[in-house]
């Protein structure tokens, strides 16, 4: 479940600068002040996704979609449509995982990942070189088939479950189409992102939860 969650999170980067598609790959300095300036004008930003969760060890992907939403603070929202109707909640302090089949929310204290940059993405991608280490993916080939500039991020206080980071950016509009988290033991959360809204306003309102009647509470481990 925390790999799962820090890999959420760490995901969803999106930002809007312009460049143009056909001019000559960006510089790794170009790249990084782009990311940095965009992630600087962000308060909040919404999205729809899909996401593959690969485990090494069984050999296994599991496909999932569904919206997210977050805002600056630790602020998240992600409601999972498939396979398994599932929300996952944060107003940076407290952290709810409803899962209606189970008829249960599990609660705990915001996982010590929303404190740092895979969390507070908006500020940690803000100061990129202060918390990762940056380099192409390629530096032969900066960009991939589609035309997106492709980072890899290494953590400078690496997680169990975030040991290295891929990134996929459109350098026309610095969006990341694809980001790909590896944990220690490279197992893989693949997601992709679409219809993304940024500074619409977000009430804080969203990122609180409030059980149904009769759904059991339990501790998260």
Request: glycine share 8%; charged share 20%; with cysteine.
């Amino acid at each position: 479940m925390k790999r799962l969650l820090t890999a959420m999170i760490v995901c969803l980067l999106v930002a809007a600068t312009s460049a143009a598609q056909t001019a000559p790959p960006p510089s790794l300095d170009d790249v990084v002040r782009g990311l940095e300036g965009a992630y600087g004008r962000i308060n909040d930003l919404k999205a729809e996704f899909s996401q593959n969760a690969f485990n090494k060890s069984l050999n296994q992907t599991i496909p999932a979609t569904g919206a997210v939403y977050l805002k600056k603070g630790g602020k998240l929202r992600w409601e999972y449509t498939q396979p398994t109707p599932q929300e996952i909640v944060s107003d940076g302090k407290t952290l709810w995982v409803y899962t209606p089949t189970l008829n249960q929310v599990n609660v705990a204290p915001a996982p010590e990942a929303l404190a740092g940059p895979a969390g507070s993405f908006l500020i940690g991608l803000g100061k990129l070189r202060e918390h990762f280490g940056v380099r192409f993916l390629n530096p032969v080939q900066p960009r991939d088939g589609d035309g997106n500039v492709v980072l890899d991020l290494a953590p400078k206080q690496p997680l169990p479950t975030l040991a290295r980071l891929i990134l996929s950016i459109d350098p026309r509009s610095w969006e990341v189409r694809k980001a790909v988290v590896y944990d220690q033991f490279e197992n893989t959360v693949t997601m992709r992102f679409t219809k993304m809204t940024l500074n619409s306003g977000l009430a804080d309102s969203l990122f609180t939860f409030t059980a149904p009647k009769g759904v059991a509470t339990v501790p998260l481990k």
